[in-house]
């Protein structure tokens, strides 16, 4: 009880571990997720719609802030495409009949 030092041996107690753990709580990620698929360039035709990319900080892979879109510059965050309206487009025309 006096402070002074002494050999390892002649302590009744365990010797307190020399190391201890430090910074245990999981770093975050980052994840690219897609947002919702935008309207379709046109009403029919062939068009395409675009689903831009956003970038978030993620903990065991589930998302939970918005970063700002630097942070995943290293990612592709081309917009994803798709096509949509892919149905021709009609052409009306006015005509006559022969009365009946």
């Known amino acids: ?34 947002g919702p698929w935008g309207e379709c360039d046109v009403m029919c035709g062939n068009g395409t719609q675009k689903a831009e990319a956003l970038c978030y900080s993620a903990y065991g892979g589930i998302p939970f802030n918005p970063l700002a879109m630097a942070f995943c510059e290293a990612e592709d965050l081309t917009p994803r495409q798709r ?11 006015w005509g006559t009949h022969d009365w009946g």
């Open 83 to 93: 096509f949509c309206n892919t149905e021709p487009c009609d052409e009306f025309r």
């Open 1 to 34: 009880h006096t402070g002074a030092e002494t050999a390892a041996a002649a302590c009744l107690q365990a010797m307190p571990p020399a190391t201890e753990a430090c910074n245990t709580l999981v770093c975050p990620t980052k994840e690219v997720l897609w």
